[in-house]
């Protein structure tokens, strides 16, 4: 199985600074990594697609970039309501997999 | 707009089965892939397995075969997933979700809890 691995499994932030959270791959996912938001007691969200694909309704303070192996999630001033567990997901090979999570809290 | 409404939480006891139901509207469910997923405190989340509603097609993570039967019902959009033999290990929220392709998801329910308990 794929093995993703995020980090960091925590960070701390700050309302208005940009972030970037980190996706790596065990082997190479091309670009079907996405990336999902979920809060607390909800249902996770599809936030990015194919590694770089923005997705209708989502803010575009969100993006994505990488391929292969390596894939990051940025977010250009984090807001208040971006205090999730954010993650990834490939679905290059099967079984598709999931990161652990990196959490966003308040510092 | 897309929805996807899961049936109620369950308590059911070790050994026994349960048929968990998502009831879909709001998109063409006939051309959709509706996977099931499983999340347990940590906050990992599993993929269990895809079915294609149009033809019923499936595949399984290997893990949860023998597991996990997913099942749907095109007349009303609706998807099932049979769970087997639970015990404490299958205590979790699972959740349906909907994708055009496979490997991505979507649209997610709001997903059900499954107690595993005497």
């Known amino acids: 199985d794929v093995v993703l691995t995020q980090s960091p499994a925590t960070l701390s932030v700050t309302p208005g600074e940009r972030i970037s959270l980190s996706c790596r791959a065990s082997?190479?996912?091309?670009?079907?990594l996405h990336w999902y938001q979920q809060k607390p007691n909800e249902s996770p969200r599809l936030l990015i697609k194919?590694?770089?694909q923005s997705i209708s309704g989502i803010p575009s303070r969100f993006s994505g970039s990488g391929s292969g192996t390596d894939f990051t999630l940025s977010i250009n001033g984090v807001e208040l309501e971006d205090l999730s567990i954010y993650y990834c997901q490939q679905g290059n090979s099967l079984p598709y997999t999931f990161g652990a999570g990196t959490k966003l809290e308040l510092k | 707009q897309v929805k996807l409404l899961q049936s109620g939480a369950e308590l059911v006891k070790p050994g026994a089965s349960v048929k968990l139901s998502c009831k879909t509207s709001g998109f063409t469910f006939s051309t959709s892939y509706m996977s099931w997923l499983k999340q347990v405190p940590g906050p990992s989340i599993e993929w269990i397995g895809w079915?294609?509603?149009?033809?019923?097609?499936?595949n399984y993570n290997q893990k949860f075969k023998g597991k996990a039967t997913l099942t749907v019902d095109k007349s009303s959009s609706t998807a099932y997933m049979d769970l087997s033999s639970l015990t404490s290990e299958d205590a979790a929220v699972y959740f349906c979700?909907?994708?055009?392709?496979?490997?991505?998801?979507?649209?997610w329910g709001q997903g059900v809890m499954v107690t595993v308990s005497s």
């Open positions: 079915i294609y509603a149009g033809d019923g097609g499936t």
């Open positions: 979700a909907r994708g055009i392709y496979p490997g991505i998801t979507q649209d």
């Open positions: 194919y590694a770089s």
């Open positions: 082997e190479s996912v091309d670009t079907y």
